[in-house]
Structures are given as C-alpha cells and as structure tokens.
C-alpha cells in the first residue's frame, strides 16, 4: 500500500518518473530473476531501460517520494531567494549542503561530482544569486546544514566548508543500507 500511495503522489504531482509493481510469483518471476530482486520488496531506479540505483531506504510513501525527488532532475536545486533557501533548509531530517559560489572552482566541481553521487541520502543545492551570497558570507564554499530537530544551543547548526585550507570535502557513508554521514576533509600538504 505505501509503494501505490507514493505512486498516487508522483502522480498527482507531475513527477516524471513511472512507478512499476511487478509480482515476483508467477508471470513475474523472470523479470524479478532478471532484475536481481532477491528481497521483497525489492525497489529500484531505472534510467532509459538501464538499472541506475536501487533503493535500501524506508518504505513510507514519503520517504519514497522524497528518494523519487532527489533523484530526477538536476542533482543540486539551484535556490534564487532567501525565501527558498529559508524551506530548503528546515524541510528535510537529513543533512542540506548549499554550495555558495560567483564562479568556477575545483570546490564546486567537487561539490557537484558529491551531490551528482550522494543525492539520493542528501539534499543539496546552489546558491549564487550575489545578494544571497552576501547574505550568506559565502562566495565559494560548501554549507552544510544540520537536520532541523538535530539543532541546538550548544553547537551551530551550520558548519562551512571553503576550499582553504582543504583540497576536497567528502562524505561517506558510515554503513550500507540506510546511512549516517561523516564529513572528511584532506588537509593540504605542508598546512
């Protein structure tokens, strides 16, 4: 029942992806023994008749949703006002990175090769309207946002990542299936 909810949903909602229940007893059991689908259910991503990803998630319909969401379209929202930013950052129990840049650098090129990969366990999005960049303090860095019920007085609830002194920032995932995230950063040399 929550795999046709969250179907309902992307429906009613113009998302541009196809949900496909397919029984794996009977006339189904060769395309569920084609596609790998040893555990029920089993849910997976497809891209032009091509396996992309498969989901080890929660199976509520949001949780569905919101892995359909990460997934299609462009890996980073680009984010134009204050307002925007101001839902984009409250709205999600996982981590939000906003990558705040003027131009071109190896930090946002790194910042959108792990949102291109990590989508589908974060969001993230782009800032680079000039105002909102002054806003932010930022004009090439990486923000990351803790989830809204995670907040609290003792730390803050962004922590900025700006290229310098570190060569890249990376995430990665603690264990399969569902994971949690640790950020790691490579010191320069001879810093």
Known sequence: PDFER?????????IP????KVNCDGPGYHTCHD??????????????????????????????????????GDHAKVIPTQEELDKFTVSDPQYM??????????????????????REFNRFALVSDPALLEKLGQTNGVIAFQPEFLRNKWEPATKVFTGEPFDSVRLHPVSQGRPGWYYHAQQRQGL
């Open 6 to 14: 969250a179907a309902k949903v992307g429906n009613k909602n113009d």
């Open 17 to 20: 992806v196809t949900f496909v």
């Open 97 to 118: 990175f906003v990558g705040a840049f003027t131009e071109d650098s190896p930090l946002k090129t790194e910042f959108l090769k792990q949102a291109e990969d990590l």
């Open 35 to 72: 596609a790998n689908a040893d555990i029920y259910p089993t849910l997976k991503l497809y891209r032009s008749g091509v396996e992309e990803r498969r989901y080890y998630g929660e199976r509520t319909p949001k949780d569905l949703v919101r892995y359909v969401l990460n997934m299609v």
